[in-house]
């Protein structure tokens, strides 16, 4: 009977001794250790200990792993509630800020509560301390400067040939990259384009070869493609491309700017803010910021030997959790900002605001496209987000009878005083002006973006010349179909 009571302990016992061996042999593999470990700081330390870490100028460390510590000392930080993210910004209703989202979205009637907020900060910080993928993992995979651009669908191809055409005029030496998604680009269209611009490669993003996966939604826009282009690209310094994205200089200069230098990022502003009670200043903890725009992601260069993690919590909020903050952020372009706002780390941008580029027929402004601006205040890009919906016919007829569609450009006064506010917005265009026999009858309305205090002024002030380049360049390939 003694045997049987011996039993259970001695099993006990192995099962204890097992388990050192184990955790021993680990501590002595690395190579089993999937994620990197975020250092460890006390509890029992004084209260100011904890936050040893926080680095003021962190956007100045010199690589990845340097960040590590500091993170720590980010999670460590007193969570803020909405009540106290939202008091950083006092804008009035009469002042006609462009917020991102309507007074009619349902966490502007209706708060978010500070349970549901605190488990969503929670989580993030979680992903943080324990499931970052060490870049030491993946860092030989990294090299050199070039382009990545998102594409695969026909009308995206086509404009991606416009843009290689531009960069080719500029004489630009980056190479560029296209991520696709599945069957999207055959290799008989590879073949093709390679023609055109041999410094160019691919990169399927459904492949299991690459760092982050993803997935592809048949019914929303695929937003998360453009953050696992990012982490995925065979280059270790990233400019992100639209395909509807025109550079007017060569965009190797960016590289070599002041401010990418030392945030070793640009992040170019769109036209909204953030509204003072966006769930997201407080689970990121971060107090509303007035002298901020959301960001606009058609163009955003990042060195990923320096940010790979902030990537990685971009990547984060913008795949596995998609569904939860598109709720209050539009996609791709605002997960990398707040990846930084949380990680308490200051991005870089140009001192200039985006100006507006469109048509001027008889008094009526039509902003289609974002000039946005290098750290020196030149136009780097034209960015036609808006030029794509207008309707073919509106387009031709801008073409034939008024000399393009790149006629006018409105560029607020306080274009680098960013705290002001500017009335701005997106507005529909009827197309009142065209001629009755080019209408058909069936003519769609479109949407335009406007200043609505600036005035309109000619478009060769600030660029000359570019409606030659978009011929030159192909621009017009939608009037072919």
């Known amino acids: 009977m003694s045997s049987l009571f011996q039993r259970p302990k001695l099993l006990a016992a192995a099962f204890f001794v097992a388990v050192i061996v184990y955790f021993l042999f680990l501590s002595l593999h690395d190579e089993f250790e999937d994620y990197v470990k975020v250092p460890f700081i006390s509890n029992l330390s004084p209260p100011t200990s904890s936050l040893a870490g926080l680095v003021e100028n962190v956007h100045t460390l010199p690589n990845a792993d340097a960040y590590l510590p500091h993170f720590k000392a980010v999670t460590s930080l007193p969570s803020i509630s909405l009540a106290e993210a939202k008091a950083g910004c006092t804008w009035k209703d ?9 007074g009619d979205a349902d966490w502007v009637i209706r708060e978010r509560n500070e349970s549901e907020l605190s488990s969503h900060r929670s989580e993030w910080q979680s992903f943080i301390t324990n499931n970052l993928i060490p870049y030491s993992r993946y860092s030989s995979r990294f090299s050199g400067r070039g382009i990545a651009v998102v594409a695969g669908n026909e009308r995206t191809m086509k404009r991606v040939n416009v843009l290689l055409r531009a960069l080719k005029r500029l004489n630009s030496s980056l190479p560029v990259e296209i991520h696709f998604y599945g069957d999207e680009v055959p290799a008989s269209t590879q073949t093709e384009m390679l023609k055109l611009f041999p410094n160019l490669y691919f990169n399927d993003l459904s492949s299991s070869t690459n760092i982050i996966p993803t997935g592809f939604n ?4 695929n ?43 640009l992040f170019w502003p769109d036209i909204a803010r953030t509204r003072p009670n966006n769930p997201i200043w407080a689970i990121t903890n971060t107090i509303c910021i007035m002298d901020e725009y959301e960001q606009e992601s058609g163009q955003l260069l990042v060195d990923k030997r320096r940010f790979f993690y902030h990537l990685q919590l971009a990547a984060w909020l913008n795949n596995e959790n998609a569904a939860y903050y598109n709720r209050f952020l539009l996609g791709d ?32 402004y039509c902003g289609h496209t974002f000039a946005q601006h290098h750290p020196d205040g030149r136009i780097a890009f034209l960015h036609g987000g808006l030029l794509k919906q207008i309707p073919n016919e509106v387009v031709r007829w ?15 006064s306080a274009d680098e005083r960013h705290v002001e506010v500017v009335k701005c917005g997106m507005r529909w265009d009827r197309g009142e002006y065209l001629p ?8 769609p309305v479109w949407m335009c973006m406007d200043l609505y205090d600036v005035p309109a002024r000619p478009i060769g002030e600030v660029l000359e010349g570019f409606e030659e380049v978009f011929e030159e360049v192909g621009g017009y390939w939608m009037l072919d179909e």
Do not use: C
Request: aromatic content about 16%; hydrophobic content about 35%; overall charge neutral.
């Open 333 to 364: 372009k605002d997960m990398f900002r707040f990846a930084w706002h949380a990680l308490k780390t200051r991005y870089g941008k140009p001192a200039k605001w985006l100006t507006s580029v469109g048509t001027l027929t008889e008094g009526s």
């Open 398 to 412: 801008q073409r034939e009878v008024r000399g393009g569609v790149y006629q006018a450009y409105k560029r607020a």
């Open 223 to 265: 937003f998360q493609f453009k953050t696992a282009a990012v982490l995925n690209s065979r280059f270790a310094e990233v400019l992100l491309l639209d395909s509807d994205n025109i550079p007017a200089i060569d965009p190797e200069s960016l590289f070599e700017s002041d401010t990418y230098r030392e945030f070793g990022t």
């Open 94 to 102: 009469e002042q006609g800020v462009n917020f991102m989202y309507g």
């Open 218 to 221: 048949y019914f929303l826009a």
């Open 436 to 443: 009755e026999e080019r209408r058909n009858g069936t003519l």
